[in-house]
């Protein structure tokens, strides 16, 4: 098992700065992608920004030039830094991990962080 822990968010004004970070720990297990999704009040949850292990990065249109995600293999943590955060960036934010674990590495799943709220004032 994976267990993934944020931290980071928080209240800002628009046109501010926050940077989340998601740290995974347990015990036999290697990642693969980490990434971020979010969650407005009664929408879905969405895809922001994800990074493999090789440190390919995939954006979300609407954060591409403004978010940056990045990762510490050798700490297993994952990093957004965004910036330029507009009202409509409120969201949960949720880390995510696609890791093999168990004996020989053979299983594979997706694990999630419990989300840390982030709150843009206009």
């Known amino acids: 098992q994976v267990q993934l822990v944020e931290s980071g968010g928080g209240l800002v004004q628009a046109g501010g700065s926050l940077r989340l970070s998601c740290a995974a720990s347990?015990?036999?297990?290697?990642?693969?992608?980490m990434g971020w999704y979010r969650q407005a009040p009664g929408e879905q949850r969405d895809l922001v920004a994800t990074?493999?292990?090789?440190?390919?990065?995939n954006y979300a249109n609407s954060v591409k030039g403004r978010f940056t995600i990045s990762r510490d293999n050798a700490e297993n943590t994952v990093y957004l830094q965004m910036n330029s955060l507009r009202p409509e960036d409120t969201a949960v934010y949720y880390c995510?991990?696609?890791?093999?674990?168990?004996?020989?590495?053979?299983?594979?799943?997706?694990?999630w962080g419990q989300g840390t709220q982030v709150t843009v004032s206009s």
């Open positions: 995510n991990a696609n890791a093999w674990t168990g004996t020989g590495l053979r299983l594979r799943g997706d694990y």
């Open positions: 347990g015990s036999n297990f290697r990642i693969n992608a």
């Open positions: 990074i493999t292990g090789a440190g390919s990065t």
